[in-house]
Structure formats: structure tokens, C-alpha cells
Nanobody
Framework: QVQLMESGGSSVQAGGSLRLSCVAS????????VGWFRQAPGKEREGVAS???????SYRDSVKGRFTISRDNAKSTLYLEMNGLKPEDTAMYYC??????????????????WGQGTPVTVSS
């Protein structure tokens, strides 16, 4: 079992930056898959960025070059560095985990542990 807790969400102006953190209580290792998802009001939850257990990173096209996912296994913490934020990035951001390797890194159904989310609002 693992519990995930996100933090770092805030309201920013377009073009601004934020760093989200997700701390895992319980054991997560480099062989496990972790990711960031987001859900805007009235929309489906979508994958943003992820680590497969072999440390291959995946990003959705709309955030490539702007967002960076990283992890510190010693601190059991996952990060999402977000730069060049746009109003369309506004959403609740969730971290997710799976013991083992996902096959489709940005598919929500691949993960079975979820945090409660942290809100990000980007104003124009």
C-alpha cells in the first residue's frame, strides 16, 4: 500500500512557473511507475507526464518542452516542474502510482494509487 500527497498547486499568471510535489508514504522504488495526471472541470482526467519503472519518461504533447517530471526515490517524492504555464493548463493535478511497470504510461486505468490532488489555476 502507498499513500500519495500532492502539494505546490497555486494560482499564477500565464507564462509563470510552478513546481508540484508528491510525497509517497509507503515504499516506491525505481522499478515502480509514477505519473502526473490532471482534470479540468467538466473534462476527463488526462495523463500529463510519467516515469515507467525503467525510468523512461513520457509526456503528453501539449506539455512537451514546458513540463519536466522528476523523482527522488530517497525522499519518496515525485515532482512536476511546470514552466510557460497557459490558461489551458488550469486543472486539478493528481499524482498516481503503480507497483511495477505500466504499459501505457499516460493512461489513468494503468495506475491504482492516487493522491487527492492539488489545484493549479492559470490566468491570462
Amino acid at each position: 500500500q502507498v499513500q500519495l500527497m500532492e502539494s505546490g498547486g497555486s494560482s499564477v499568471q500565464a507564462g509563470g512557473s510552478l513546481r508540484l510535489s508528491c510525497v509517497a508514504s509507503g515504499s516506491l522504488y525505481s522499478r515502480d511507475s509514477v505519473g502526473w495526471f490532471r482534470q479540468a472541470p467538466g473534462k476527463e482526467r488526462e495523463g500529463v507526464a510519467s516515469f515507467r519503472s525503467d525510468d523512461i519518461r513520457s509526456y503528453r504533447d501539449s506539455v512537451k518542452g514546458r513540463f519536466t517530471i522528476s523523482r527522488d526515490n530517497a525522499k519518496s517524492t515525485l515532482y512536476l516542474e511546470m514552466n510557460g504555464l497557459k490558461p489551458e493548463d488550469t486543472a486539478m493535478y493528481y499524482c498516481a502510482a503503480l507497483y511495477g511497470m505500466v504499459t501505457k504510461p499516460l493512461m489513468r486505468d494503468e495506475y491504482n494509487y492516487w493522491g487527492q490532488g492539488t489545484p493549479v489555476t492559470v490566468s491570462s
